[in-house]
């Protein structure tokens, strides 16, 4: 304390309070710093966050409808297995969710991380396959090659395990979305308590140089502001016993040699 008090003295009180001040606004510019990109990646980590969860869950939501469309024609077809022309339209309008499911799959690949990359390949390549293997029996449908609806409804057995395979897909998918979003939710609150610790240390040092340096710089001009009284007093009482002692090279410094230079003249009057 008292050596950096004495080598604070080597410099004059205006370099001093302009140091100071530098110190200050350096360890705000720090402040500020360590705000903007702890405050940039909590923004970048909650707009993914947000983002990512809307366009999947929403893209589950699309997939879960096509597919309930999906059997709902598929059961049309087979109710109106005798009406050629019912089953032309509904076959029409399967075909038509068959081609929205694959572009929900389309859509998730495209945006999919590897985790459930293969469920979604795998599920269009079971989407794929109940499509090639319903086609001939929904022809056969449409041109009133079964007996009943029954045995139309058994011809589509085979097809069917696998569209009930791409809707299993469907629910695994969306659990891994669900524990990828959990994972985020996770990366996110590490980002902030990280952010929280840098500002807390950054704060702290701030303290630590700030105030120490301060309570010294402000105990080195208050010192010799009382020394210079105590001289200025003794000189004024005529007791020219006591030396001044000078130290430093700041602006106090100064006076006190002067007073020193006082002293010395009286004491060769």
Request: one cysteine or more.
């Amino acid at each position: 304390m008292n050596t950096l008090r004495t080598m604070l003295r080597h410099f004059t009180i205006q370099t001093r309070m302009r140091g100071a001040v530098l110190l200050v606004l350096a360890l705000f510019l720090l402040v500020g710093a360590t705000a903007l990109v702890g405050g940039t990646r909590l923004k970048s980590l909650n707009r993914e966050l947000v983002t990512r969860s809307i366009e999947q869950q929403h893209a589950i939501g699309e997939l879960r409808g096509a597919l309930g469309d999906v059997r709902r024609w598929e059961k049309d077809m087979v109710i109106d297995y005798e009406n050629g022309i019912a089953v032309l339209k509904a076959r029409e309008s399967w075909a038509a969710s068959i081609a929205q499911t694959r572009k929900g799959f389309e859509t998730l690949l495209a945006g999919e991380r590897n985790t459930n990359d293969s469920i979604s390949r795998k599920a269009l390549e079971r989407l794929d396959a109940y499509a090639k293997a319903s086609e001939p029996v929904l022809q056969q449908i449409q041109n009133g090659g079964f007996d009943t609806a029954k045995v139309a409804d058994r011809m589509l057995a085979k097809a069917k395990e696998h569209i009930v395979a791409v809707e299993q897909a469907v629910g695994a998918i969306s659990k891994v979305l669900d524990a990828e979003a959990l994972a985020s939710q996770r990366e996110f609150d590490q980002a902030m308590l990280l952010t929280l610790y840098g500002f807390g240390a950054v704060l702290g040092i701030a303290v630590v140089l700030v105030v120490p340096l301060t309570l010294m710089n402000a105990s080195s001009i208050v010192e010799p502001i009382n020394t210079a009284k105590r001289a200025a007093r003794i000189i004024a009482e005529g007791d020219l016993s006591q030396a001044i002692d000078v130290q430093g090279r700041d602006e106090l410094a100064d006076l006190l040699r002067s007073l020193a230079q006082m002293h010395a003249v009286r004491c060769h009057v």
